[in-house]
């Protein structure tokens, strides 16, 4: 009878905890997708349009001051640092999320964040009046440490936001931001918009609109309830944030559940990524969100995209047209992160990344194959334009998305900054590695570097297949008891003993015993 009753109330939270997408919830979500992680995309790919008027602004500017013509050498480590300090700092950003959202909040993390972006925008708005090419190079980086904050502190904070039932599709919105922002900055790098000797500056500077629209708009949004009652100990501010994401004044059920993990969590205390590595209760997420984020970055997006270009010229694309083909593979990436966050919660997290994934290993091996033969198969061009859309659906839909969602889902309040940063650190460092290699690897092994992107995609296939469990529609605490059985550890469940305690004298000393048989 009692175990019937405990069901009932189980199914009644579950019922209850289902929430609805408010408009509060709804604003707040794209106001720091789009004044952050819009700003991640736009700076990946706004520099490769303008390139040629940038590298002569270079060149003008070392030949005014030093009156010699720059040496070609010279000139390409000086184009290599611009585009490589980006994730750079990118790396640098992720570094600083433990202790910035612990101590500052999420909120308040994101709109300190925006500092960097302002400054950033400034000094490459202003970098050509003052005739110097240093402070790009400095801007770059700076403006990386604001997309590492961004990449790692939005999904953290929506995550930490949504209903459960609306976790994944808020989880994938920052990522639909992102590619929004390369396709903007691919848009107006046209050479018709501001991609000419003129307009770049004003392209490089535009980054900062939106950081200062959010600096302006977000104090008015609640922070992270989870934050508040779990790391600031504050309930009825919780209570209050809760309110107003919700749209309904009985939040009690979401409470609780804040409750049961603020208590599980009291025995281990804050982790720090050190800690969180040598964790034995932590292990198999720790592995998964390295394999994910790693499969992310090595599957080769970049190398596809690097490569996009030459594909449509060799399948007789005009060359002054190839800049409208880039912007139209940037719609496809937006479209179908767009479908992934109204397909997230009806298909699952791990459909996704298996299909993502899966479709970027076949894509790779058929762009192998098609490449190789396109001068001797004439329809082997059209073949290898198919497989970059094929890679770009693929990625979209759940390799690029995905794995930030899970690192929000897999892991709790106490450990969930240290894990952000640890992800953060090798998305930010295998960008940075792909950057340096690849061109290197495109020269001793040319197409065949896809079969390298193939086995790697292949590789994370098999991990995510065996190990990664599906989250969709679970509380955190569902989650890590998952976690818990296949990291062979018992969860402290203080709350629940006490109850049953309660209920039954005697009972705690039991359920102890019968949990440590598990």
Known sequence: MKLKRKEEESSDYNEGSKGKMTLSLALVALLSAFGSSFQYGYNVSVINSPAPYMQDFYNRTYFNRNGVPMDSGFQTLLWSLTV??????????????????????????????????????????????????????????????YAGLASNVVPMFLGEMSPKNLRG???????????????????????SILGNAKGWPVLLGLTGIPSLIQLLILPFFPESPRYLLIQKGNEEQARQALRKLRGWDDVDDEIEEMRQEDQSEKEEGHFSVLSLCTFRGLRWQLISIVVMMMGQQLSGVNAVFYYADRIFQSAGVDNNNVQYVTVSIGAINVVMTLIAVFIVESLGRRIL????????????????????LQTTVSWMSYLSIVCVIVYI????????????????????????PAAFMVGGSVHWLCNFTVGLVFLYMEAGLGPYSFLIFCAICLATIVYIFFIVPETKNKTFMEI???????????????????????????????????????
């Not at 990118?90 to 999420?106: A, K, Q």
């Open 393 to 416: 659906i693929g990625h979209a839909i759940g390799a690029s998305p995905i794995p930030f969602v899970m690192i929000t889902e897999m892991f709790l309040q106490s450990s969930r």
């Open 84 to 145: 490589s300090m980006y994730p750079l700092g990118g790396l640098f950003g992720s570094l600083m999320v433990w202790p910035l959202v612990n101590n500052c909040g999420r909120k308040g993390t994101l709109l300190i964040n925006n500092l960097f972006s302002i400054a950033a925008a400034i000094l490459m708005g202003t970098s050509e009046l003052a005739k110097t090419f240093e402070v790009i190079i400095l801007s770059r980086v700076i403006i990386g440490i």
């Open 480 to 518: 890590n008891r998952i976690m818990a059985k296949r990291n062979k550890v018992e969860i402290q469940e203080d709350k629940e003993e006490l109850k049953d305690f309660h209920i039954v004298p005697g009972r705690q000393a039991e359920k102890k015993i019968s949990s440590s048989k598990l």
């Open 169 to 191: 599709a808020i989880g994938v919105v920052p990522q639909l931001f992102i590619t929004l922002g390369i396709l903007v900055a691919q848009i107006l790098g046209l050479n």
């Open 353 to 372: 990344l298996l299909a993502g994934f899966g479709l970027c290993c076949v894509s790779c091996a058929v762009l192998t194959l098609a490449l190789n």
